[in-house]
């Protein structure tokens, strides 16, 4: 296997560590520090409140927003950052609803990340309206999308099993029924190819945290499809959101632009670092990004099923059915997790019994995974697992 897009030197990975939850939290690009830090210096220390205008801190979630937009196959002027995923969410869901006035269902898959479902339900409990939230599984999302159908809600790799949606096929039937498309990208985006232009899905959101290594608390994104940027009506009317903030005007009066899906203040920090992290990207190509991932992944298949047969694969057996990560199942998972990263191999744990692994070609090769099998295989055979201090669960898991 040739990766000729591996480039572990451009991170601040300690050389012994394999770190397989790039899916989580991505790893520092060397880069952003001094990024970060001519932020708080050169343009906070220096310019203070000028630097709204001197260092175009205004503009940055909608030029940020473009660099992650050619991530996600989306046009200029059609990506915005700010606030967090659940967010994002609430702004698209609320918008599609109002697209729809005549429907009452919100669709979604059972398996959704808790934040989606919550935000869905939360939108719901402030209606004045018979709105109800329709869980299925995920074999039975095509049949279920009919005319009764307001929104499709759908998160495209699921951050349990990494299930892969094919988002072409579900958009267009979601559109043969009259309904509005919404994806979540927050396991797709930088992990493998995405076209929200072609899908021609309504909107996308996702964060940045992940495989874009924008940082904890880093910002989300939404995507709004072109036609439908000044159609949208942001039901989170927030300040920068409006045409003219600096107008002061008492009424909400939505921006004729991408802007309009902005709610509060730029976080100028994150966007930097985020902004910073984004370098990493410019000479990389998303397809040969998803070759190798597959290749990684299959190799760590391989490798498990022969030699942890305690574990079960989780994760769909057809690379072409899978994100960039592979889940295993194991009841004890939680404590091999921890061992894991006792030895220096970082993966995580989502309950009951999944323990995940993500696999970023940027800063993963062939010879990381063989060796984090090998210490997985040597924790189940020897049961270090078993160790009292790999039973403590903490509050992050």
């Given at each position: 296997?040739?990766?000729?897009?591996?480039?572990?030197?451009?991170?601040?990975?300690?050389?012994?560590?394999?770190?397989?939850?790039?899916?989580?939290?991505?790893?520092?690009?060397?880069?952003?520090?001094?990024?970060?830090?001519?932020?708080?210096?050169?343009?906070?220390?220096?310019?203070?409140?000028?630097?709204?205008?001197?260092?175009?801190?205004?503009?940055?979630?909608?030029?940020?927003?473009?660099?992650?937009?050619?991530?996600?196959?989306?046009?200029?002027?059609?990506?915005?950052?700010?606030?967090?995923?659940?967010?994002?969410?609430?702004?698209?869901?609320?918008?599609?609803?109002?697209?729809?006035?005549?429907?009452?269902?919100?669709?979604?898959?059972?398996?959704?990340?808790?934040?989606?479902l919550y935000m869905a339900q939360g939108l719901i409990n402030t209606l004045d309206a018979d709105y109800s939230l329709l869980l299925v599984e995920s074999s039975e999302i095509e049949a279920a999308i009919d005319e009764s159908v307001a929104a499709v809600l759908l998160t495209?790799?699921?951050?349990?099993?990494?299930?892969?949606?094919?988002?072409?096929?579900?958009?267009?039937?979601?559109?043969?029924?009259?309904?509005?498309?919404?994806?979540?990208?927050?396991?797709?985006?930088?992990?493998?190819?995405?076209?929200?232009?072609?899908?021609q899905c309504e909107f996308a959101v996702g964060c940045t945290y992940k495989y874009l290594n924008g940082g904890p608390g880093a910002p989300a994104f939404i995507y709004v499809r072109p036609d439908l940027i000044t159609l949208t009506e942001p039901a989170l009317a927030g300040?920068?959101?409006?045409?003219?903030?600096?107008?002061?005007?008492?009424?909400?009066?939505?921006?004729?632009?991408?802007?309009?899906?902005?709610?509060?203040?730029?976080?100028?920090?994150?966007?930097?670092?985020?902004?910073?992290?984004?370098?990493?990207?410019?000479?990389?190509?998303?397809?040969?990004?998803?070759?190798?991932?597959?290749?990684?992944?299959?190799?760590?298949?391989?490798?498990?099923?022969?030699?942890?047969?305690?574990?079960?694969?989780?994760?769909?057996?057809?690379?072409?059915?899978?994100?960039?990560?592979?889940?295993?199942?194991?009841?004890?998972?939680?404590?091999?997790?921890?061992?894991?990263?006792?030895?220096?191999?970082?993966?995580?744990?989502?309950?009951?019994?999944?323990?995940?692994?993500?696999?970023?070609?940027?800063?993963?090769?062939?010879?990381?995974?063989?060796?984090?099998?090998?210490?997985?295989?040597?924790?189940?055979?020897?049961?270090?697992?078993?160790?009292?201090?790999?039973?403590?669960?903490?509050?992050?898991?």
């Amino acid at each position: 296997m040739v990766n000729s897009i591996y480039r572990k030197a451009l991170f601040d990975i300690p050389d012994s560590l394999i770190y397989l939850d790039g899916n989580s939290l991505g790893p520092l690009p060397k880069n952003v520090s001094a990024r970060v830090a001519e932020v708080i210096s050169a343009q906070w220390g220096t310019h203070l409140i000028r630097g709204w205008n001197d260092c175009q801190w205004m503009q940055q979630p909608g030029s940020v927003g473009d660099r992650v937009g050619r991530l996600i196959g989306a046009p200029p002027g059609s990506v915005v950052l700010g606030d967090t995923l659940s967010i994002k969410v609430y702004q698209a869901l609320s918008s599609a609803l109002k697209m729809r006035p005549e429907r009452r269902t919100i669709l979604s898959e059972k398996g959704n990340f808790p934040t989606d479902l919550y935000m869905a339900q939360g939108l719901i409990n402030t209606l004045d309206a018979d709105y109800s939230l329709l869980l299925v599984e995920s074999s039975e999302i095509e049949a279920a999308i009919d005319e009764s159908v307001a929104a499709v809600l759908l998160t495209q790799v699921d951050y349990r099993s990494g299930q892969l949606l094919d988002m072409q096929k579900i958009t267009a039937l979601t559109h043969r029924a009259g309904a509005v498309s919404i994806w979540d990208l927050a396991h797709s985006a930088g992990a493998l190819p995405v076209d929200v232009e072609q899908s021609q899905c309504e909107f996308a959101v996702g964060c940045t945290y992940k495989y874009l290594n924008g940082g904890p608390g880093a910002p989300a994104f939404i995507y709004v499809r072109p036609d439908l940027i000044t159609l949208t009506e942001p039901a989170l009317a927030g300040w920068l959101g409006h045409d003219a903030p600096f107008a002061f005007e008492p009424d909400y009066r939505p921006a004729n632009s991408i802007g309009r899906m902005r709610v509060g203040t730029p976080p100028v920090l994150q966007v930097g670092a985020l902004d910073a992290a984004l370098d990493v990207w410019e000479d990389v190509d998303i397809s040969a990004v998803r070759e190798v991932s597959i290749e990684l992944c299959e190799l760590f298949i391989r490798e498990v099923e022969a030699r942890c047969s305690q574990l079960r694969l989780a994760s769909p057996r057809n690379a072409s059915d899978r994100g960039s990560q592979v889940s295993f199942s194991f009841e004890h998972g939680y404590a091999v997790v921890q061992a894991l990263i006792d030895h220096g191999v970082v993966g995580d744990f989502r309950a009951p019994d999944i323990m995940r692994f993500g696999f970023t070609p940027l800063y993963i090769n062939e010879a990381d995974v063989v060796l984090a099998v090998d210490k997985l295989e040597l924790i189940l055979r020897n049961d270090i697992w078993r160790q009292a201090k790999y039973q403590v669960v903490k509050s992050v898991t």
